[in-house]
């Protein structure tokens, strides 16, 4: 089966206020967040291509070595706010006759390719339609102004910490799929996925200005290795 990595990366964009503006070309520890996924992007085995995504090649001057990757050029009006991440993944299954899709957004910059590479496995050998990385907090969670892991019943102590089932967030940074999955549902994420949990730090994704202040400061303390 042939497995390509697919990064998207979005000419113009208008990140919402919340995000960092361009963040896809910050630097982190010297390097642009691009830079960092192509670099890991390369280091996953059995992979055919590494690909960008984009309207606009500028962002191969982002890159410290342009040869560690191919660029395809997409329509500029799928970088409109409106498009969504499964148009732009069916225009780029119309032009690739790849099997597998290693989908990598440049936001995490301490990945490990072991973690991609067991994603990839779990697809390609072991019958999971398709995989992703994620996060556990072990931590007390609310969604939507109530209690999602504990009750607030009268008369019901509140858990420990390990006692509570913890809950899962995608870390929207890696998606493992193939092209069957997305022609037959128009979906990333399958009926039956893996899902592959790392760490704090390995799971942490640059989003905001403070996430790359942060990521800044793991860099320069050498944490990005903790836990290997």
């Known amino acids: 089966m042939k497995a390509v990595v697919m990064i998207p990366y979005w000419a113009g964009y208008a990140f919402p206020k919340e995000s960092m503006t361009r963040r896809d070309t910050v630097s982190v520890g010297g390097r642009s967040l691009m830079d960092h996924t192509v670099q890991i992007a390369n280091g996953i085995p059995n992979i055919d291509d590494v690909i960008i995504y984009a309207s606009n090649d500028d962002i ?14 997409r329509p500029s009006d799928l970088d409109d706010q409106g498009v969504s991440i499964e148009d732009i993944i069916g225009s780029f299954l119309s032009i690739t006759d790849a099997d597998v899709i290693i989908l990598m957004h440049p936001k995490s910059p301490f990945l490990r390719p072991k973690s991609i590479a067991e ?3 779990k697809v ?8 992703f990385v994620a996060t556990s907090p072990n931590k007390l969670a609310w969604f939507r102004g109530q209690p999602l892991n504990y009750s607030l019943a009268k008369n019901e102590d509140t858990p420990s ?6 809950v899962i967030l995608e870390s929207s940074s890696v998606y493992v799929f193939t092209r069957a999955l997305f022609e037959s549902s128009r979906r990333r994420i399958g009926s039956d996925p893996f899902i592959k949990i790392v760490g ?3 799971g942490f994704e640059i989003d905001q200005e403070d996430d790359h202040r942060v990521a800044d400061l793991i860099m320069n303390a050498g ?6």
């Open 119 to 121: 994603c990839m496995d």
């Open 161 to 166: 910490m390990s006692s509570i089932d913890p």
């Open 60 to 73: 191969l001057k982002q890159l410290r070595d342009a040869s560690l990757c191919k660029f395809f050029r």
């Open 200 to 202: 704090h730090f390995e």
């Open 223 to 228: 944490l990005e290795s903790y836990g290997e």
């Open 124 to 131: 390609v050998n072991e019958g999971f339609d398709s995989a």
